[in-house]
């Protein structure tokens, strides 16, 4: 079954991509830059917006700004394609069999990825969905705060037994999957439109019960209210927590407090919480990066951003610009898993030259995305083109992970993720991994099977984000949410 992202994430088999940009039609995403391409028009006419204009426009930029263009076919009968995903998909074929393009490039919609950007709206439960390793029980991963789910009870560990649109028409999460595949799931839960209703059965510590909940526009909180930032006592050594759901311009206020938090306490070992973080805008991850940068002078370089020979004039370095609200650490924990990516993946490489050992990816390897797209418009058919157009690396210029992070940080601790507690929970199992890490406590590394691990519950089942098999802006953005 195809999964497009481009923004999207994946755990274990599931494909991610990721990335962020300014909302701008020459943004950047998944990566960094110091300039913002302008990009030449088009040589083929952008007026019209029927199937075969749009596919011409596509390929158009494509040619012109594609990373890969070795990788383009010479030729390509667009007549043999009934959409323009598609077409777009068979342009970039070779580079995902390469696995430099795994559908990082597409096509989406303007309005609603300027809606997403500028601050986290979005139409849904407010839920993030998780699959047992048997692919057979569904359970919340994570729930939004001001979203509908939440509301009725349903928070991490809950799981949902079964779906319906009435309580006489329920069918079982089982049922679903053993007739459909865990496409059959994502069609259950019927389309992100304001008003969709959906009765579940659920199970958690309050017993089993039925709950209707109907979709709404809701605005995401990258960092939630409840546990994104917080200072844990760890046996009287404090650590700063910071769990960052995605990389928007509306986390920067949350992330500025919790750091002259951090700051004014005197923190100097810090878990940042990546572990579901598909990506984001490449503005806030660096603004993250200056919040983590307080040791760092604004002669260090946190990434240099390189495009195709023809475009190196778009190429850039960007180096740190510590904050008033910065702190220096001594030591970073990173949490990631398969579903983090891009912009999650550039903060981490980003402080590997400067901390060495003492900065450690915690948990399962990352996805795997050194490249980033721009934002290529075609405002009458509403249609914004991703393309990958550039490469990251940091300032050692180390810039291939395309397996994920987990061979070129310098240390690493395996850990699971623990549904049975709250995300930022002490006893939750990466979160306990990486405050041992930061108290100098030995751990089991990462293995080289860790593109293969994924999350794992008490019982010790993996769980794998559920992903839409046509993922809106938010879904690429925040992987498993519905």
């Known amino acids: 079954m195809r999964k497009r992202f481009g923004t999207t994430l994946a755990l274990a088999a599931m494909l991610a991509g990721c990335g962020g940009g300014d909302g701008g039609g020459s943004s950047t995403i998944g990566g960094g830059s110091a300039t913002t391409p302008t990009p030449t028009p088009a040589p083929t006419a952008t007026a019209g917006c029927s199937l075969r204009e749009r596919q011409d426009w596509a390929a158009a930029q494509l040619r012109e700004w594609y990373l890969f263009p070795e990788t383009l076919p010479t030729s390509i009968n667009a007549a043999s394609y009934t959409t323009v995903d598609d077409y777009i998909d068979a342009l970039t074929a070779t580079a995902r069999a390469q696995r430099k393009d795994r559908f990082f490039t597409y096509l989406t919609s303007i309005k609603e990825e300027t809606a997403y950007y500028s601050s986290g709206s979005s139409a849904g439960f407010g839920i993030r969905f998780a699959l047992d390793q048997t692919g057979q029980r569904l359970f919340s991963a994570e729930s939004f705060e001001g979203a509908p789910a939440l ?39 019927g389309p992100d439109t304001t008003g969709t209703a959906r009765v579940f059965r659920v199970s958690d510590a309050a017993g089993t019960r039925n709950v209707t909940v109907a979709k709404t526009d809701f605005t995401l909180l990258p960092v939630s209210t409840r546990y994104g930032a917080k200072i844990i006592d760890d046996s009287g050594q404090r650590v700063g927590y910071i769990n960052l759901r995605t990389f928007i311009s509306t986390a920067e206020p949350a992330l500025k407090a919790a750091f002259a938090d951090f700051r004014a306490k005197g923190i100097t070992n810090v878990i940042v919480d990546l572990r579901y973080n598909g990506g984001g805008l490449v503005a806030t991850a660096e603004y993250l990066g200056d919040l983590l940068g307080a040791g760092r002078s604004t002669s260090d370089v946190f990434d240099y951003t390189t495009f195709r020979p023809e475009k190196a004039s ?52 990352t996805y795997g995305k050194p490249v980033g797209q721009i934002a290529l418009d075609k405002p009458a058919c509403d249609d914004r083109l991703r393309v990958i157009a550039f490469a990251t690396q940091n300032s050692a210029r180390n810039g291939n992970y395309f397996d994920g992070l987990a061979t070129t940080v310098e240390a690493t601790c ?11 929970d002490s006893r939750e199992a990466s979160t306990r991994r990486a405050l041992d890490f930061l108290a100098g406590r030995s751990c089991s590394p990462i293995t080289s099977d860790a593109s293969a691990q994924s999350a794992r519950t008490t019982t010790n089942t993996r769980q794998d984000l559920l992903i839409s098999t046509a993922p809106t802006i938010a879904q690429r953005m925040v992987p498993g949410s519905f």
């Open 151 to 189: 509301a009725a009870g349903i928070d991490r560990g809950t799981e949902i037994l079964a779906i319906g649109t009435t309580a006489d028409n329920l069918r079982t999460v089982s049922a679903i999957v053993t007739a459909e595949g865990t496409a059959g799931l994502t069609t259950a839960l």
């Open 414 to 424: 395996r850990a699971s993720d623990d549904i049975g507690f709250p995300l930022g």
């Open 314 to 365: 778009n190429n850039g370095t960007r180096f740190f610009a510590p904050q008033p609200e910065s702190i220096a650490p001594t030591r970073i924990a990173f949490i990631g898993t398969g579903g983090t990516a891009s912009a999650s993946e550039l903060v981490i490489n980003a402080f590997t030259p400067y901390l060495h050992a003492n900065a450690a990816l915690i948990g399962t390897n």
